[in-house]
């Protein structure tokens, strides 16, 4: 079983940027493609960013330019930094880990976009 804390969201002005980050148990990242998701109330669930096992990235067209995935292999931690943020962006972000089908999910953690 993989378990994934999310941690980093707040209250942040339009404009500005935060670092999510995604602390896995163990060391899972060579079989198991992270992503991050979110869901702003009343809307489904959309993939933000991926990164596969061999390091290929996918972004979601909304935040192309803005949004970046990166991992820390040595620290089991995948991030998101998220910039140039908008009030469209408020909602709950969430961690992915996927293989095979077989999904895990962090708690989620709130970012909010206001000024």
């Known amino acids: 079983q993989v378990q994934l804390v999310e941690s980093g969201g707040g209250l942040v002005q339009p404009g500005g940027s935060l670092r999510l980050s995604c602390a896995a148990s163990?060391?899972?990242?060579?079989?198991?493609?992270m992503g991050w998701y979110r869901q702003a109330p009343g809307k489904q669930r959309e993939l933000v960013a991926s990164i596969s096992t061999g390091g290929i990235i996918n972004n979601a067209d909304s935040v192309k330019g803005r949004f970046t995935i990166s991992r820390d292999s040595a620290k089991n931690t995948v991030y998101l930094q998220v910039n140039s943020l908008q009030p469209e962006d408020t909602a709950v972000y969430y961690c992915?880990?996927?293989?095979?089908?077989?999904?895990?999910w962090g708690q989620g953690t709130q970012v909010t976009v206001s000024s």
């Open positions: 992915n880990a996927n293989r095979y089908g077989i999904n895990y």
């Open positions: 163990g060391n899972i990242f060579s079989r198991w493609t």
